[in-house]
Structure formats: C-alpha cells, structure tokens
C-alpha cells in the first residue's frame, strides 16, 4: 500500500487514513489507486466489520490534486499523454465512491478539516459523518469549468434536496461545520481535538454490532431511491427474511429477553 494512504486493521475495525498532509491530501494519481485499493481490500476481508476514513493534518481531503492535473492535461494537449486525463473518474473516482456507497459494512467519515471536489464526495458517500467543529466542505467542480464527479450529483441530492445541491454546484463556496450540521450533510459536529475519539468510538460501536443488519439496510436504502414504494416494499421482505433468519437476530432476541448484551458475530 502505498504511503499515501495508511491502511489499519484493529477488532474488526479498518481505518484507512489519507496521508498526504503537505498537500492537504490532494488527490495525485498514486493516492487514487492507493485508496481504491484500500476500499477493495476492506470491502472484500470478511475480518473487517466497519471502515473509517480520515484525513492526516489539517485537511479531509480537497479533491484533484491541480499541480499535477495541469501537468497531465497540458500532456495529452501535446499528444505526449498517456489518453484522456479526465479518465481519472472511470478509474479512480467511480470505483472508490462505488466501493464506499456499496460495501456491505458501514463507513464513517471523520471529516477533520476541508473536504472539497471529489473529497466532499467521498465523505457525501459515506454512511455516516462527523465533522470537526473546524471544518468545511466545497462542491468546487463548477470553479475550474467543471461538473460534479465523484457521486455528488446522486448523493448530494439525496442528503439536502435538489434545490440545494443545485445552489451549491452552481454557486460553490464554503459550508461550515454548523451550517454543513443545519443542511443535513453533518451528522454530528464536535470539537477538532476530540474528532479522531469521538469517529472511532462510533466506528467501533458498529464494527461490534450486527453488520448483516447495517448492509441490509444499506442496500434497502440504496434500492428504495431509485424504485417505487411497492418496490421498496418487495425489497424490504426480501431483506427481512434474510436478516429474521441471521445468527445475529436470534443472538439479539435470546439476549433482549435474558437482559443481556448481545455479542453479534456478523452472521
């Protein structure tokens, strides 16, 4: 795994942090391959029960890494690339927001600083977000001519409304951590120094809990955008009968009616 990106797995728990701290953990090329990577490998060990996803330094994470991208365009200008630099978001982009939006295992992110462009839209992917008091989002795509990548157009919709997001993308700027709690982006706001605590602390309650459950209810959430009510209705039976039939059901039901704690095995 490449430096950039530091991959931990401790009790069922994958932190993968991003680690380009100089550059405010701007996306390069070797970042996002090194974190696809990490998601996939998370995705698919059984071992790992919920992921965390981090930023090192002052910055979540603020999307393309520009130095390079001018390099990289200005290449494929002069016929001297190596193809289309903007098949970053088929390569890249699209498999690391599928990774995150479709493994079945909760992701948390733990947004320490600023998340902008594709970073927003990695933590716009995640299931749940804690944000420090310090920090901020930006959509930023329409301030360098360009459109939304990275999920934004599906999930930021779906967080605060297609009004919204419309203003958002058209109109980039700043959202605080208050106003990002008031939006519906935030799930929880706390104070910077307490962020790195507090994101683990909740990773790890659902690292410990019933994990078929949380992927069952990923994908009924996932379906249910896209699909009618009765739709929506025939999926939840299907998953219902699926979880109802889980070791982890009969472990919670066994423990509820001995008032015991359940210890869920992820089956």
């Not at 953990?25 to 998370?42: G, P, S, Y």
């Not at 290449?75 to 990774?99: C, F, K, Q, W």
């Not at 927003?120 to 459109?147: C, E, H, K, P, Q």
């Amino acid at each position: 795994m490449a430096d950039t990106v530091l991959y931990d797995l401790t009790e069922g728990l994958a932190t993968i942090t991003l680690n380009r701290p100089d550059a405010m953990n701007a996306l390069n090329i070797d970042t996002k391959v090194a974190l696809r990577d990490a998601l996939l490998e998370a995705a698919e060990d059984p071992a790992v029960r919920a992921v965390l996803l981090i930023g090192s330094g002052r910055a979540f994470c603020v999307g393309q890494d520009l130095k390079e991208h001018i390099g990289l365009l200005a290449a494929d200008r002069e016929g001297s690339g190596e193809g289309s630099t903007m098949s970053t978001v088929s390569l890249h982009y699209n498999p690391i927001v599928t990774a995150i939006a479709g493994m079945p295992k909760p992701v948390v992110a733990a947004v320490n600083g600023v998340a902008a462009g594709a970073g927003a839209g990695f933590a716009f992917a995640a299931d749940y977000r804690i944000v420090a008091d310090t920090a901020s989002f930006n959509t930023s795509f329409a301030g360098v001519a360009l459109t939304a990548d990275s999920g934004v157009s599906w999930t930021l919709q779906r967080l605060i409304g297609y009004g919204r997001a419309a203003d958002l993308l058209l109109f980039p700027r700043g959202i605080d951590a208050q106003e990002a709690l008031e939006l519906g982006i935030a799930h929880r706001v706390v104070p910077a120094d307490e962020l790195a605590t507090e994101a683990a602390g909740v990773a790890r309650r659902l690292a410990e809990g019933p994990t078929a459950a949380y992927a069952a209810i990923k994908e009924s959430l996932a379906f249910a955008a896209g699909h009618t009510l009765t739709e929506a209705l025939a999926k939840e039976d299907e998953l219902q009968r699926r979880a109802g039939a889980s070791d982890d059901h009969a472990i919670a039901v066994n423990a509820f009616v001995n008032k015991q704690k359940p210890r869920f095995t992820g089956r």
